[in-house]
């Protein structure tokens, strides 16, 4: 199970394109709506979640990620599952997505020592002990960070391939039509 949380405030670009990746690719994916089941996005687009936080367990968990926008980052840092989760996955090398601005709760944990990441400009200071990277999007073990919205597509392909191999990512690129000039 891959969970995508999303809390009042977040990019729906950053949650929505990666999920629909993600469900194309044939990845069981669950949205999670922080403090309601619906939740509204940075641009005032609601989205009704599949469960909300208290269904959330870590049972086969395969993934977790986390989008950004504003005040989305922060109100996903309040939620002590948000928290539990980021935690019990990287204790257990679960694969930790964050893209925009949610990088910066990965690096005020602690959990971005000594790995290449990126994020949305004007967070990097969040980022402690990260090997800060210009590019879309970067994967190092098993945390990948996305720099923001425009880097959604990037972002989505990258869990991909990390949970169903490089093989099926590019096929689904290909279907997508995504490498098309």
């Known amino acids: 199970m891959v969970y995508v949380f999303l809390a009042d405030g977040f990019e729906e670009t950053e949650a929505l394109v990666p999920v629909d990746i993600l469900r194309r690719g044939g990845v069981e994916v669950k949205t999670v709506g922080i403090g309601s089941k619906t939740v509204c996005g940075s641009h005032k687009i609601p989205v009704v979640c599949d469960i909300t936080e208290e269904e959330v367990s ?104 990390a949970l169903y191999g490089n093989d099926t990512a590019d096929k689904l690129k290909a279907g997508m039509l995504y490498d098309r000039q």
């Open 58 to 161: 870590p049972d086969n968990i395969k993934a977790i990620v986390l989008p950004g926008g504003m005040p989305g980052t922060l109100n996903l840092k309040k939620s002590n599952t948000v928290n539990s989760l980021i935690d019990f996955a990287a204790d257990n090398g679960i694969i930790i997505g964050a893209i925009c601005a949610a990088p910066s709760i990965l690096g005020e944990k602690g959990l971005l020592k000594g790995k290449r990441a990126t994020c949305f400009p004007g967070f990097e200071q969040a980022l402690s002990g990260a090997a800060l990277c210009e590019g879309p999007a970067v994967k190092d073990g098993n945390i990948i960070t996305a720099c923001g919205a425009g880097a959604a597509f990037q972002f989505g392909f990258l869990l991909l391939a």
